[in-house]
């Protein structure tokens, strides 16, 4: 069936450093990827998102990467920011539209 | 625009009994999900609404049960509640129904607990 595993947090960070935050899925056919985001008192929303193999999603200096081969979707900002400072859920959309996967959800916490 | 609105905030119930949910989609929005997410996890797909016609649904038994209407507002129900079913209840709306394809837009959520 379709899963997404996500690293476990939480992830705390200093101010300006590199995030990666990790997501590996299994899927059959054509899955969809998102990050969602939910930051403090705050409902979830769209980060970001890529819906074929080597896409690259991209949103306010987050990126991450449809890898097909690995099967990941790994996040990434070269900088973080104190406002960066939230919960980040990867998700895959099954081939239809028909079906959503969330994974565990990873928090971080950005440090001045 | 209005975005997606679900009520109550928060709810009591005891085990046994049964519950109803509301939400209210984003203008132009015709699909609807619904999901559960525990404390500490993440949200967990039940099912979603197109057009008024359950169009998924994820691993929940049968007393999770949904309708939309024609202006594509909808309901969850659920009968013969478990203290397991205690959760935050989330809606999320979207302009068509291939969710693979377009942003969902969350509503705040309802968060019921079962005693």
């Known amino acids: 069936g379709n899963s997404v595993t996500q690293m476990e947090g939480p992830v705390t960070l200093s101010e300006e450093a590199f995030l990666t935050i990790n997501c590996t899925y299994t899927a059959t056919g054509y899955p969809s990827l998102f990050w969602y985001v939910q930051y403090p008192g705050e409902g979830l929303q769209l980060l970001l998102k890529?819906?074929?193999?080597?896409d690259k999603g991209s949103n306010k200096g987050f990126e991450a990467t449809y890898r097909k081969e690995t099967t990941s979707f790994h996040l990434e900002k070269g900088s973080v920011q104190v406002s960066d400072s939230a919960v980040y859920f990867c998700a895959l959309s099954d081939t239809g539209g028909n079906q959503f996967y969330f994974g565990t959800g990873t928090s971080l916490t950005v440090i001045p | 625009e209005t975005g997606v609105t679900q009520s109550p905030t928060h709810l009591i119930k005891t085990r046994g009994q049964q519950v109803t949910l509301r939400c209210s989609s984003q203008?132009?929005?015709?699909?609807v999900s619904w999901y559960q997410q525990a404390l500490g996890q993440g949200p967990q797909f039940i099912f979603q609404?197109?057009?008024?016609?359950?169009?998924g649904r994820g691993n929940f038994p049968p007393r999770f049960s949904g309708l939309q209407f024609p202006n594509y507002s909808s309901e969850l129900n659920v009968n013969a509640l478990e203290l397991d079913d205690s959760a935050l209840y989330l809606c999320a709306s979207s302009p068509s129904g291939a969710v693979n394809y377009n942003e969902q837009f969350f509503g705040p959520g309802t968060r019921l607990t079962v005693l």
């Open positions: 890529a819906t074929k193999a080597d």
């Open positions: 203008s132009g929005h015709n699909t």
């Open positions: 609404y197109y057009r008024e016609e359950e169009n």
